[in-house]
């Protein structure tokens, strides 16, 4: 059973920074792509940022310039830093796995990210 434990949530004021990580218990290179989405509140869960096994990243239009993605193979950990942080990206942000065949994706818990002044 894999596991993802994020970490690196809290509160934040507008125009901060903050750095969730997500550790995971198999080499992160075992995965096909690994990512990290949100859920704001009364909405749905959508993509923030991944990176594949190859190093590709890809993001969100809104975060694009502020947050990077980035890994630590030997710590079979990934990164989201989080910079100019506005109130619209307060969330509940996730850190997905996908395995190489495409099939099978695994979540973690979640960690609280809040802006607000």
């Known amino acids: 059973q894999v596991q993802l434990v994020e970490s690196g949530g809290g509160l934040v004021q507008p125009g901060g920074s903050l750095r969730l990580s997500c550790a995971t218990s198999?080499?992160?290179?075992?995965?096909?792509?690994m990512a990290w989405y949100r859920r704001a509140p009364g909405k749905q869960r959508d993509l923030v940022a991944l990176?594949?096994?190859?190093?590709?990243?890809n993001y969100q239009d809104s975060v694009k310039g502020r947050f990077t993605i980035s890994r630590e193979v030997t710590k079979n950990t990934v990164w989201l830093q989080m910079n100019s942080l506005k109130p619209e990206d307060t969330a509940v942000y996730y850190c997905?796995?996908?395995?190489?065949?495409?099939?099978?994706?695994?979540w973690g818990q979640g960690t609280q990210v809040s802006v607000s002044s």
């Open positions: 997905n796995a996908v395995e190489l065949d495409w099939a099978t994706q695994y």
């Open positions: 198999r080499s992160i290179l075992s995965f096909r792509s």
């Open positions: 990176i594949t096994d190859t190093g590709s990243t």
